[in-house]
């Protein structure tokens, strides 16, 4: 069974850094890409970030781009985010999510998401 | 960036009703359009890939058509299990991005 379990999701002040992890199983991880994406609770969904089977490629929404770096450790079975100059519109549930064989890829599963609060 | 827009933003029906949700994508997307499914307190779950393709477990009930830049997700005989927020989501090039979603209701 494919599992995904986000962490680090928690209150922080406008212009801190967060890191949120995302560890997987029930599968090969190094085989697929993987990809953060979030929801304002209440609001639809927003790709922010996706990364290539071997950490090689990455993409980001122009939201996110510059800010945020997305990264993996293939042999710890897990994918991060790393958030820097965090703003209030970065408030959100933040869905770790696996992709296909392709980089560019839909979401296949979905973990249950951990929630950033960016707020003074 | 890719705009995808999705009609109506919320559907009225009835138990029972074969409903069919629009997704519009702003340019040509090829195949790569895939449906979600969000059920109220839960992540979502992807339903449809490459417009046809149903999902692992996904019922027949579901279906996926259309090409280019227009899309459909038709649902055959509603039940109670399938009032949910539906996205479409293209992913043929960067940023991926998804649709403002349709909400199915009941009635």
């Known amino acids: 069974e494919v599992q995904l379990v986000e962490s680090g999701g928690t209150l922080v002040q406008p212009g801190r850094s967060l890191r949120l992890s995302c560890v997987a199983s029930?599968?090969?991880?190094?085989?697929?890409?993987m990809h953060w994406v979030r929801q304002i609770p209440g609001k639809g969904l927003e790709w922010v970030s996706g990364?290539?089977?071997?950490?090689?490629?990455?993409a980001y929404a122009d939201s996110v781009e510059g800010r945020f770096t997305i990264s993996r450790d293939n042999a710890a079975n897990s994918v991060y985010l790393e958030m820097n100059s965090l703003r209030p519109e970065d408030s959100a549930l933040y869905y770790c999510?696996?992709?296909?064989?392709?980089?560019?890829?839909?979401?296949?599963?979905w973990g249950q998401g951990t929630l950033v609060t960016v707020s003074s | 960036e890719i705009v995808m827009t999705q009609s109506p933003a919320t559907l009225s029906v009835s138990p029972g009703e074969r409903v069919t949700l629009s997704c519009r994508a702003s340019?040509?997307?090829?195949?790569?359009l895939a449906w979600y499914q969000q059920k109220l307190g839960q992540a979502p779950r992807l339903l449809m890939h490459?417009?046809?393709t149903r999902a692992n477990g996904v019922p027949a009930k579901f279906s996926g058509s259309g090409s280019g830049t227009e899309f459909t997700l038709t649902i055959s005989s509603l039940q109670s299990e399938d009032f949910a927020i539906y996205y479409c989501?293209?992913?043929?090039?960067?940023?991926?991005?998804f649709g403002g979603g349709t909400k199915v209701e009941i009635k």
């Open positions: 990364i290539s089977f071997n950490g090689d490629d990455t």
């Open positions: 029930g599968f090969t991880f190094d085989d697929y890409a």
């Open positions: 999510t696996r992709g296909y064989f392709d980089w560019m890829s839909r979401s296949e599963y």
């Open positions: 340019q040509r997307i090829a195949s790569n």
């Open positions: 490459t417009v046809s």
């Open positions: 989501q293209q992913y043929n090039s960067w940023p991926l991005t």
